[in-house]
């Protein structure tokens, strides 16, 4: 699980974001995840899940339409100028 924060004034934060988390763990109500890292940019976020992820495998990026917006934008940029 990677947490960031979209370019909005209005999204939370990446350390809120692992509270709540935390706290749902606390609570029994969902298993902890494996891996929990956080970072302030969705671009970097895009990066760790990239250098986790074997060929083929799939990102799955759920959140607000800012976060799922600013993904296909990145991805968009990237195709036209990899590297």
Sequence with gaps: MILTKAKCERAAL???LR?????????GT??????ITSTE???KALDIAKSLCGE???ILVTGSFY???????ILA???YCPG
Excluded: L
């Design 14 to 16: 990446p350390e809120k």
């Design 19 to 27: 509270e709540i988390v935390s706290d749902m763990h606390g609570a």
């Design 30 to 35: 969902s298993q902890q995840p494996a891996f």
């Design 41 to 43: 940019t969705v671009s």
């Design 56 to 58: 083929g495998h799939i």
């Design 67 to 73: 976060i799922t917006g600013e993904v296909k934008e």
């Design 77 to 79: 940029q990237r195709a």
